[in-house]
């Protein structure tokens, strides 16, 4: 396995594919630190700018963001803590905690309320808690009088034949119209069970804005009302044809007939309801939490997150990825696994990482964690120095690759249990160590793995050529692996959801207890029986039609046309119509000629009455300039 | 013969019509619908747009005898039914029957007759027998007539009057064809159709005349629930109610109505009638059957408008909304 790591070191992606694909990754905007010189980095991402040196063709912002200095306690530290709530902005994203120095996320506080306010609030509170429960014992004592009073029919037809005698609602809850239709087959009533089962489907539709039913539209409105859903349409067609064969055909309903209608009509009316519980157990499957992801969220994007590192392998053909899937589960894993601080690995979890190791796997451990090199016979070491290079050393001489990484951790190893694979001076940094057909690896802490690495000496290069030829796929284990849960009623608990769970299931169990299956009263809305104002006119307007008064309606109309215009002109000694139009005009700034023909066509009507009791088109002309005219001088009125 | 057998010939017959006459499906079902149900047709519409061609075309399939009366402001009431001419060789009047005498006939622009001539149909469309100096000659079975009339053009025209537009069980409006069914028409042109040589295109006799008889028996087998007759009822009543109808349709029009719903259940090889019959032929029926209020059509409301309001209102038997 050592001679497979140096040729490992010596094959690979060439530096130029390297550095090429580190560019394309680091040249995403997502990736602020390397585009904006104020980029707040923090306490421990610090000790990365030594490395960095005054420019980065890489990463061009990043000696910027670090000439800046410090912005935030921990890059680590926040990460974690969103890491964990599964949300919010990262270490040094900027955005809202980004540009706090506190080490704690900062939580919204409500302001203390003096004692009147809580009494206030108490009130209000047992207020609204009384109002509510006076409303349900109120209905429910209501209930209780009125089956005292009358005897109410129980069942679904008897409730269905009850509002039918009395004109009540009509029944447009399809479940309670199946089950209605189940009732009548089972009676006998086979006629009634089709109605009930076709009127189902047609409420399904109509609810899903289908279908528009009305008591004026036809069964062929509803099957063209499907015209674009040619399959649906199909179905409809075929149970319509059986549904009319029985209402207005001579065949005599039966249960088979039943079956067949039902059988189809089910499926169709049923469906949303289908399609409701499909996408529930859907999302129900998701919440839970998949196998695995490539990025859990904007802090993934900050110097200290992976997402650019995962990016990068991706580029370069290496499958990387989060792993959310317990570490128990180790058994399924295809490739590199690697251990980073966060990962929670107890004896159990050890010796099945170990039988996996055994049987051909390669573990990574970059927890720098020194209870995890132990258990493979390694020390781990505290330096708190500043930053150094550690520089690969390799059996061939003409390995020129240099890895950067500050300077924290560095390993002893035993001499015959591990191979170092990479020196700072003389300590170690990285060991190999073979273990039954697989190998582990182990650095002293995570740097390599984090974004800013790519951006830094030849850590990129390292890093590829290490994966690549050893395995095809990676998994990185921190905090999130395995904290996700495998079932809804774990994601319930996890999100502290339960009380307010129960607390809706018992509102839901009292309203049931209420109102039964449905909760509101079922019913199509009442026709409005207001008629608009221009409909009683209209009305009137009939009505002189009707007696041939036209001609009547139509002078009373001048008059007052003209009356209403010598008032709003306030016409003073000049009582002519000349001196009206004059004042018209004035007023309005129409032609005065005009205004005369008006006028005396206005007045002339009166004696035309007593000839003719026609009215004509020039007339109805007539009629429109006068209103018109009003309207002009100050409205209709 | 049973319905599942008209609706096979109805088919047959409408697909054959359509060879010759692209894109007007809904006028041919329409004109056969009337044809089976024993009524006559109105076709209205602007020249150009294949009425007689239609009329031409349906009487090669249907195998009858088919007659053209062109209607012009001369013509003569005995121009149409034939009369009375004395025979000097057997020194007796001898009856000379006119167009009228035969199993299809086209009354092209009707309204351009006088109401006289007009009215010399009348007799024959609904009783579909001739009276001619006082004998009554009644006229070879089947007999429908298809008129045509053009809207646009009313100078020198003659309105139908009510009454005999009452005869006509429909009205059908043709409107000019969308672009693409008048590309199919300059297709079939371009292959070698010529409407002016039918007989040349191959337009297969479907039945015979007594075949037509024996599908207008038919009829008489389709079931009407008494809950279609309710529906038929408050849709003609409506007309006599609507503000903007000052005539509504008569009795005659649900005798139309329900005899042209017979035939449109059993075309679709149904043998009973539903209320989307009722619903789809009710503006054929009924809107030459309506006299409009004069505000209404000052408003530009038309009869349709208000067939199709009442469609709207009209409450459907055995619905699920009620």
Not at chain 1, 597 to 614: F, H, K, N, P, W
Request: glycine share 8%.
């Amino acid at each position: 396995m050592t001679q497979l790591l140096v040729v490992a070191l010596l094959a690979g992606p060439s530096p130029d594919q390297v550095e090429s694909a580190v560019r394309r990754v680091l040249a995403k905007e997502q990736y602020r630190l390397c585009h904006e010189g104020d980029y707040p980095l923090a306490e421990d991402e610090m000790g990365w700018c030594p490395l960095v040196g005054a420019t980065s063709s890489r990463c061009p912002a990043l000696p910027s963001a670090c000439k800046a200095g410090p912005q935030l306690a921990s890059g680590k530290k926040w990460r974690a803590v969103f890491g964990r709530s599964g949300s919010g902005s990262g270490s040094g994203s900027g955005s809202g905690s980004g540009s706090s120095s506190e080490d704690e996320p900062r939580f919204i506080r409500l302001p203390m309320l003096g004692g009147l306010g809580q009494l206030l609030l108490w009130l209000i509170l047992g207020a609204g808690i009384a109002a509510v429960v006076y409303a349900i014992a109120k209905n429910f004592m209501r209930s209780a009088r009125r089956s005292d009073d009358e005897l109410e029919p129980e069942t679904p037809d008897q409730i269905a034949a009850a509002a039918k005698a009395a004109g009540g609602p009509i029944e447009t809850d399809v479940e309670r119209l199946l089950a209605r239709a189940r009732a009548a087959a089972a009676r006998g009533d086979y006629a009634r069970a089709v109605d009930d089962a076709y009127a189902a489907l047609l409420r399904r539709l109509d609810g899903d804005g289908l279908i528009r039913i009305h008591p004026a539209r036809t069964n062929g409105d509803y099957v063209r009302d499907l015209r674009e859903r040619a399959e649906l349409r199909g179905q409809v067609r075929g149970i319509v044809r059986d549904v009319e064969r029985v209402q207005f055909g001579a065949q005599t309903p039966s249960s088979e007939l039943f079956e067949s209608v039902f059988a189809r009509v089910a499926p169709l009316a049923q469906r949303t309801l289908a399609a409701l519980a499909l996408g529930f157990a859907v999302l129900s499957v998701l919440s839970c939490g998949g196998a695995a992801w490539k990025s859990r969220g904007p802090w993934d994007d900050t110097p200290s997150g992976r997402r650019a590192v995962i990016d990068f392998l991706n580029e370069l053909g290496i499958k990387a990825q989060h792993r959310l899937t317990p570490l128990d589960r180790i058994g399924e894993a295809e490739g590199a696994v690697v251990l980073l601080p966060g990962v929670r690995v107890d004896d159990k979890l050890w010796s099945r990482l170990s039988r996996w190791v055994d049987d051909g796997g390669l573990l990574v451990i970059a927890t720098g964690e020194p209870r995890l090199a132990k258990r493979v016979g390694l020390t781990l070491h505290e330096t708190g120095a500043a930053a150094q290079e550690a520089r690969v050393e390799t059996k061939d001489a003409s390995a020129q690759s240099v890895v950067a990484v500050p300077d924290r951790r560095w390993l002893s190893i035993p001499a015959s249990e591990a191979d170092p694979l990479l020196a700072r001076g003389g300590s170690p940094y990285g060991a190999w160590i073979e273990k039954g057909k697989g190998a582990v690896m182990v650095l002293a802490d995570d740097y390599l793995f984090e974004n800013i690495a790519l951006a830094v000496a030849d850590d990129a290069d390292y890093l590829v050529r290490v994966l690549k030829q050893i395995e095809h796929s990676v998994e990185l284990c921190d905090e999130m692996t395995g904290a996700s849960p495998t079932n809804p009623v774990t994601s319930v608990a996890r999100g502290k959801l339960a009380p307010l769970m129960g607390q809706l299931l018992l509102l839901l169990l009292i309203f049931f207890a209420f109102k039964g299956v449905a909760f509101g009263a079922p019913r199509d809305p009442r026709p409005a029986s207001r008629r608009a104002f221009v409909e009683h006119v209209r009305a009137v307007g009939i009505q002189y039609a009707k007696a041939h008064a036209k001609r009547h309606a139509f002078t009373l109309y001048a008059a007052y046309a003209l009356d209403r215009l010598r008032e709003r002109v306030q016409l003073g000694g000049r009582r002519g119509l000349s001196g009206l139009a004059e004042a018209v005009a004035q007023k309005t700034g129409r032609s005065e000629t005009e205004l005369m023909r008006l006028l005396v066509e206005a007045q002339s009507s009166r004696d035309v009455m007593a000839s003719s009791g026609v009215v004509s088109q020039e007339d109805l002309s007539l009629l429109r300039e006068l209103a018109l005219l009003l309207k002009e001088t100050g409205g209709a009125r | 013969m049973n319905v599942q057998e008209f609706s096979m010939r109805f088919q047959r017959l409408r697909g054959e019509i359509g060879r010759a006459l692209v894109g007007q499906e809904e006028i041919v079902e329409h004109t056969l619908v009337a044809i089976f149900a024993r009524g006559h047709v109105l076709l209205e519409g602007v020249p150009g747009l294949g009425k007689t061609l239609l009329v031409r075309a349906l009487g090669q399939v249907l195998g009858c005898a088919f007659k053209r009366i062109q209607f012009t402001p001369d013509l003569m009431p005995s121009d149409v039914t034939g009369g009375n001419v004395f025979n000097q060789k057997k020194d007796a009047f001898e009856f000379f029957p006119g167009p009228v005498f035969t199993q299809l006939l086209l009354a092209d622009e009707i309204n351009r007759a006088p109401a006289k001539t007009q009215s010399a149909l009348l007799e024959a469309m609904q009783e579909r027998s001739v009276t001619a100096d006082g004998v009554t000659r009644l006229l070879p079975r089947p007999f429908f007539v298809i008129a045509t009339q053009n809207p646009v053009e009313s100078q020198g025209t003659y309105p139908l009057p009510e009454a005999q537009l009452d005869r006509f069980l429909f009205k059908v409006n043709i409107r000019h064809p969308s672009p693409s069914i008048e590309k199919m028409i300059l297709v079939n042109h371009l292959r070698g159709f010529d409407a002016t040589a039918l007989e040349q295109f191959g337009l297969q006799r479907v039945v015979a005349a007594d075949e037509v008889v024996a599908m207008q028996s038919t009829l008489d087998s389709v079931r009407v629930e008494d809950g279609i007759l309710d529906y038929i009822t408050d849709i003609v009543a409506r007309t006599r109610t609507h503000r903007s109808i000052y005539l509504g349709a008569s009795p005659r029009a649900s005798i139309a109505l329900l005899a042209a719903s017979r035939a449109q259940a059993a075309s679709e090889g149904r043998d009973f009638v539903v209320p989307d019959d009722i619903k789809a032929l009710s503006p054929g029926v009924l809107r030459h059957r309506v006299i409009l209020h004069p505000d209404a059509e000052i408003e530009g409301i038309s009869p349709d408008d208000c067939i199709d309001g009442i469609l709207r209102e009209a409450k459907v038997p055995k619905t699920a909304a009620a």
